[in-house]
């Protein structure tokens, strides 16, 4: 049996592969990829942190590995520590890729990215195809490592329910295929936490966890080097593992050593922590030993939230830059840390949403529940209310209403409570989820689903356990089994999974309108991560002999490369008035919704007056009008 579900679990990790890595051909450059697939590059060749610091380098040195096969000439980083008056960004096609040091200090990433993909000599595609299959390589071995770690824990069929749950979705296999942090995060913050998990349940049952300690510690790191919003995993992990040790121990407890072995988990998770911290401050050391220290001292005093945190923070953030390389590395850790703090804060995006524009004040506590509901596999859904109803069902079993429950049901209850009390990683997870929501439904930074991936992950590995646990119930008392559904439910998201091939990112299901009107919910990393289709474009353009079109298009990558010199850009808000007629406009999904909702467009200048003349609509997130 065993052999099986390891079969299993090769199985679903080779189908997320495959998708992952062909649906991956066809998309362009996202606007997110520009900064993080050069970033990689970058802090390999200089072993210094100013482009990107908002993120850390986990998945962007494993880009950069990739991209060593492409062999990409780099930018140069010239001296100029202050630019003149007359400087200005060079335009594609690019002559000369020089980056003054000013820029670099000042984190000006787009540029930077501008010039390290599309520079003399430079293949953007072929460099971004080596950065993604290296980052779609590793996630494909961290979704098999998360199914063997929770197959000591659980067991092995709920491990491969979980994986199975996540890993072949439409979402997670868009997220999954870009140089883009959300996947990787989540299945290391989730992994961390099944290895915590371990520790603890063998640390109640009193046998060595010397090696569960290191590698809990080790996958923490790997968590919060992957992104930064992980360091919730810190307080939530306490608080779960306080709560298993009081809810599992207190029978055997007497007062003079309650106080005793409480003591005794904080300092262990203490130094869980501390080694964990540790890892951080080796792993920056070889990114930031490089780095100007009074440089890097003003970034931090330019972030530091001197209104959250006592000034004196910085006074010790500013010794440690100085103190050592190790020192150093903690130090821009926390120099990133602050940023996504302060961007979190100030929200200062534009949002559509269900048709309204949204800005600093965010879309509302509704966001994530209506892209929960709406972005992810209605089987999970489906198999996420059957477990909560099972479980509830058993928990009930002793009243009047349950009292003639079946007895598969009564032993599954049976199951659950014992399951609850010997084994942590349920509750670990339930924690999680409640710390991990809270401050993300406190946050107005609403721009994808993507930001609560690690929620869903965990909300995965739940739903798996629930359904293990009821396998063998007959459904309804018919003949019908658990895991005969599964089967039924299962084979219908593979192929939904294939039918929606390769337009994974702006998948909806059927109650967000499909992919096709999805955009109408929300766009963003929802649906239009901003040049996804440039590519597609160019070939529409070939196909139908077009030499001219205007753009209006949510894209970051210089569209004369893909497009011709025939680009021209457009603004009807702006302009006024339309290109010349017979000519083409192509507008990406967000500008449109952006023009069509944000109430400042009215009348003429609103691309909705063009709706009559759509003549294609490229890939899903582009709209092509011929001018009357």
């Not at 679990?9 to 997320?16: D, E, G, N, R, T």
């Not at 980056?99 to 003399?120: C, I, M, R, S, T």
Request: aromatic share 16%; hydrophobic share 50%; glycine share 6%.
């Amino acid at each position: 049996m065993k052999h099986k579900y390891n079969l299993s679990a090769v199985a679903v990790c080779l189908i997320f592969l495959a998708l992952a890595l062909f649906s991956s051909l066809g998309n362009g450059i996202l606007a997110d990829e520009i900064p993080h697939i050069s970033g990689g590059y970058y802090y390999l060749k200089t072993h210094r942190y100013f482009i990107n610091p908002e993120h850390p380098p986990l998945v962007k040195d494993i880009a950069g590995l990739g991209e060593l096969f492409a062999r990409p000439n780099f930018p140069k980083i010239t001296d100029q520590a202050s630019l003149p008056p007359d400087f200005h960004r060079e335009e594609y096609p690019i002559q000369r890729a020089e980056f003054p040091k000013a820029l670099e200090w000042a984190n000006n990433q787009d540029y930077f990215g501008v010039l390290f993909l599309f520079g003399p000599g430079n293949n953007p595609g072929q460099i971004a195809f080596f950065a993604r299959l290296a980052v779609i390589l590793v996630n494909t071995l961290l979704l098999y490592l998360l199914y063997f770690l929770l197959g000591k824990i659980w067991n092995a069929r709920s491990a491969v329910l979980g994986i199975f749950f996540f890993a072949v979705s439409q979402f997670s296999i868009a997220h999954g295929s870009f140089v883009v942090i959300d996947f990787m995060s989540a299945v290391l913050t989730c992994i961390a936490i099944v290895s915590f998990a371990i520790y603890l349940k063998k640390s109640a049952e009193g046998h060595k966890t010397a090696r569960w300690f290191f590698l809990t510690s080790f996958f923490i790191f790997g968590a919060l080097v992957s992104k930064f919003s992980s360091v919730v995993l810190l307080p939530a992990a306490f608080v779960g593992g306080l709560l298993y040790m009081i809810f599992v121990e207190i029978r055997n407890w007497v007062a003079r050593n309650r106080l005793a072995m409480i003591r005794k988990y904080i300092f262990s998770y203490v130094a869980v922590v501390a080694l964990a911290l540790f890892f951080v401050s080796v792993f920056y050391a070889f990114h930031v030993f490089r780095m100007e220290n009074d440089v890097l001292v003003q970034k931090i005093s330019e972030n530091y939230p001197e209104e959250q945190l006592p000034a004196a923070g910085h006074r010790i953030l500013e010794y440690m830059v100085y103190l050592s390389p190790l020192t150093k590395g903690l130090a821009e850790y926390a120099n990133g840390t602050f940023m996504v703090v302060s961007r979190m804060l100030v929200s200062s995006q534009s949002t559509y949403f269900l048709g309204h524009v949204f800005g600093s004040e965010g879309a509302g506590i509704w966001y994530f529940p209506v892209l929960y509901a709406t972005k992810l596999s209605l089987g999970l859904h489906f198999f996420t209310l059957l477990a909560l109803v099972l479980v509830i069902a058993s928990a009930a079993k002793q009243s009047r209403i349950f009292r003639h429950s079946s007895r598969l049901l009564r032993r599954s209850a049976s199951r659950n409570d014992s399951e609850w009390r010997s084994n942590p990683l349920s509750l670990l997870l339930l924690v999680f989820i409640v710390f991990y929501m809270a401050v993300t439904l406190r946050s107005t930074f609403q721009i994808g689903l993507r930001h609560i991936m690690p929620v869903i992950l965990a909300m995965c590995l739940l739903t798996a356990k629930g359904v293990d646990n009821f396998w063998d119930y007959r459904f309804l008392r018919l003949n019908l089994k658990i895991k005969h559904l599964f089967v039924i439910v299962a084979t219908l998201m593979l192929v939904s999974v294939f039918w929606s091939y390769p337009y994974y990112l702006e998948y909806y299901n059927i109650l967000g309108g499909g992919t096709d009107c999805g955009y109408k919910i929300a766009t963003d990393s929802n649906y239009d991560w901003g040049g996804s289709d440039v590519r597609r474009l160019a070939a529409w353009m070939r196909d139908n002999n077009v030499r001219e079109i205007y753009t209006h298009m949510f894209a970051d990558v210089p569209l004369k490369y893909y497009l011709g010199d025939g680009q021209r850009k457009f603004n009807l808000q702006d302009d006024g008035q339309l290109p010349p007629s017979g000519s083409y406009l192509a507008v990406s999904v967000f500008e449109y919704m952006a023009n069509v909702f944000g109430g400042n467009a009215s009348g003429d200048k609103n691309y909705s007056r063009l709706d009559p003349y759509l003549a294609a609509r490229v890939g899903k997130t582009i709209f092509v009008y011929k001018i009357p």
